[in-house]
């Protein structure tokens, strides 16, 4: 039943990513490049959180042995897997439109 659960999750992302890639495409150029600006610190915070919660996993196992929290880190892939995916396409639309980011 969790591997279900874990295919769904997959298969929304999945559909999540090509909705918001027909999104990114209809944006104009200023939108784009504040959502590429909002974007970019999200692959930071995804890699702090992914650590954090491999922390508290290492932690879990080392106290208590295989349990339910050695697996935590495992349940937000998905959604840094989405972050990492829209970003991409971000960058990708301004590729495509010649645009480059302003500092």
């Given amino acids: 039943m969790k591997v ?7 298969e929304q992302t999945q559909n999540d ?3 918001e890639a027909s999104q990114i ?3 104009s150029d200023e939108d784009l ?3 590429l600006k909002d974007l970019k610190p999200t692959r930071t915070y ?3 959180i992914i650590g954090l919660l491999a ?3 290492i932690y879990a196992a080392a106290n208590n042995g295989f349990g339910l929290l050695v697996f935590l880190p495992l349940i937000y892939l998905p959604v840094a897997t989405k972050n990492r ?7 990708e ?7 480059r980011e302003t500092q």
């Avoid at 279900?4 to 997959?10: E, G, K």
């Avoid at 995916?85 to 960058?91: D, E, G, I, N, Q």
């Avoid at 639309?93 to 645009?99: C, H, M, N, T, W």
Wanted: proline share 0%.
């Fill in 4 to 10: 279900i659960c874990l295919f769904t999750i997959i």
């Fill in 17 to 19: 990513h090509r909705m």
């Fill in 25 to 27: 495409s209809s944006l």
């Fill in 33 to 35: 490049l504040k959502a």
């Fill in 46 to 48: 995804d890699s702090l």
């Fill in 55 to 57: 922390g508290i996993a």
């Fill in 85 to 91: 995916k829209r970003l991409k396409a971000v960058k």
């Fill in 93 to 99: 639309e301004l590729g495509r439109r010649d645009l």
